[in-house]
Nanobody
Framework: QVHLVESGGGLVQAGGSLRLSCAAS????????MGWYRQAPGKQRELVAV???????TYADSVKGRFTISRDNAKNIVYLQMNSLKPEDTAVYYC???????????WGQGTQVTVSS
C-alpha cells in the first residue's frame, strides 16, 4: 500500500512561484513513476509532469519551461517547482504514483493552487 501527502499549495499572484511537495510512504521503489496532475473546475484531470526511473521527465506543453519536476529517492518525495504562474494554472494539484511492480496507481488528496491576475 502507498500513501501520498501533498503540500505547498496556496494563493499567489500571476508571475509568482510555488513549490509543491508530495511525500510518499509505503511500498515505494525508485523504479516507480511519480507525477503531478491537476484539475480545474469543470475540466478533466490532466497531466502536468511526471518523472520516471532514471530521472526521465515528461511535461505538458502548457507548463514546459515554467515548471520543473524532481524527486528525492532517499526521502521518497517528489517536487513540482512552478514559476511564472498564470491564472490558467489555477487548479487542484494531485500527486500520483504508479507502481510498476504491482501495476497499481495511487493518488494524494490534492492541494489547491490559485493564481490571481
Amino acid at each position: 500500500q502507498v500513501h501520498l501527502v501533498e503540500s505547498g499549495g496556496g494563493l499567489v499572484q500571476a508571475g509568482g512561484s510555488l513549490r509543491l511537495s508530495c511525500a510518499a510512504s509505503g511500498d515505494i521503489f525508485s523504479r516507480d513513476t511519480m507525477g503531478w496532475y491537476r484539475q480545474a473546475p469543470g475540466k478533466q484531470r490532466e497531466l502536468v509532469a511526471v518523472i520516471h526511473r532514471g530521472e526521465i521527465t515528461t511535461y505538458a506543453d502548457s507548463v514546459k519551461g515554467r515548471f520543473t519536476i524532481s524527486r528525492d529517492n532517499a526521502k521518497n518525495i517528489v517536487y513540482l517547482q512552478m514559476n511564472s504562474l498564470k491564472p490558467e494554472d489555477t487548479a487542484v494539484y494531485y500527486c500520483n504514483l504508479y507502481a510498476w511492480g504491482s501495476r497499481n496507481g495511487y493518488w494524494g488528496q490534492g492541494t489547491q493552487v490559485t493564481v490571481s491576475s
